[in-house]
C-alpha cells in the first residue's frame, strides 16, 4: 500500500490559504499521507557535498559526502515511494517558495528520479499543486505571464523529460483583495476564486482516490 506524500512549503502556517485549500482535499482523502511541512523544518540547500557525492563511489565517501547523500536518499526515497502528490506552494515574488525549491533541488536527480532517454519511475502518477496568490495571473490580468511558479512546477513535476507527474494545479487568486482597501473591487472576484478552488479540489480527491487506488 502506497501513500499520498504532501509537502507544505507556505511560511504562514494556518492562515495559509494554500494550505486550507489542501485541507479540503485531504478531507476526502481516506488513504494513508506522508506529510512534510518544509516550512516549518526546510531541508538544506543542495551542497558541493551533496552534488558531488552523487559522482562519486560511496566507498569514498567523505563524512560530509556520506550525510548529504544520506539526506538526499531519505527524500528521494519518500518521494519514489508515494502513489500521488500534494504540493501546496504559494507565489513569493513571482516565484516559488525557495523552502520548495531547495525540495526539488534535493529529490530531482539524474539517473535516479530523472532519466536521459526514458521514463521516470513516477511517470503518469497524479501530482496536485495548490498554489495561492496576491493578485492575478491569468489571461487578461496585467501581470499575465509574469507568473513563475506554475509554469516551473509543470516543467520540471510533469514534463516527460523530468518527472513526468500527471499534473493538475488548483490556484486560489487575488488572496491580497480581503487585506488591502485598493484590492476591494476585486473580492467578488476572490471569493469565486476561492469557492472553485475548494470545490476542485475536493473533487480531485474523489477523482484520485478512484483512479489510483494504490496511493489512496
Ligand atoms: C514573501 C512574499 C512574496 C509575495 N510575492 C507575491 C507576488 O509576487 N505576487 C503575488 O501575487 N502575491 C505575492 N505574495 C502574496 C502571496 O502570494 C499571497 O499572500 C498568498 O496567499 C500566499 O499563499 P499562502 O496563503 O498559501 O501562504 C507574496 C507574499 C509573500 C509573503
Known amino acids: 500500500m502506497s501513500y499520498l506524500l504532501h509537502i507544505d512549503s ?42 558531488t557525492a552523487r559522482e562519486t563511489d560511496p566507498a569514498q565517501h567523505t563524512d560530509e559526502q556520506a550525510a548529504a547523500a544520506a539526506m538526499q536518499d531519505t527524500l528521494i526515497e519518500e518521494f519514489l ?38 521514463p521516470s519511475q513516477v511517470a503518469g502518477r497524479p501530482a496536485v499543486v495548490i498554489s495561492a496568490r496576491g493578485g492575478s495571473y491569468g489571461p487578461g490580468a496585467p501581470r499575465h505571464g509574469l507568473d513563475y511558479v506554475v509554469p516551473i512546477l509543470e516543467a520540471l513535476l510533469g514534463h516527460e523529460e523530468m518527472l513526468g507527474l500527471d499534473v493538475t494545479t488548483v490556484i486560489p487568486e487575488l488572496t491580497m483583495a480581503p487585506h488591502a482597501p485598493a484590492l476591494a473591487s476585486l473580492l467578488p472576484k476572490h471569493e469565486a476564486s476561492m469557492a472553485n478552488a475548494h470545490n476542485r479540489a475536493r473533487e480531485l480527491a474523489a477523482m484520485i482516490a478512484h483512479t489510483t487506488p494504490a496511493a489512496a
Open 10 to 51: 507556505s511560511s504562514l502556517g494556518e492562515a495559509s490559504v494554500s494550505r486550507q485549500v489542501a485541507r479540503s482535499f485531504l478531507e476526502g482523502w481516506d488513504g494513508k499521507v506522508v506529510h512534510r511541512d518544509l516550512a516549518a523544518a526546510p531541508v538544506p540547500h543542495i551542497s558541493a557535498a551533496g552534488i
Open 81 to 118: 515511494g508515494a502513489g500521488a502528490y500534494l504540493f501546496t506552494v504559494p507565489m513569493y515574488n513571482l516565484t516559488m517558495p525557495s523552502v520548495f525549491k531547495a525540495w526539488l533541488d534535493q529529490i530531482l536527480v539524474f539517473g535516479r528520479t530523472v532519466h536521459h532517454g526514458g
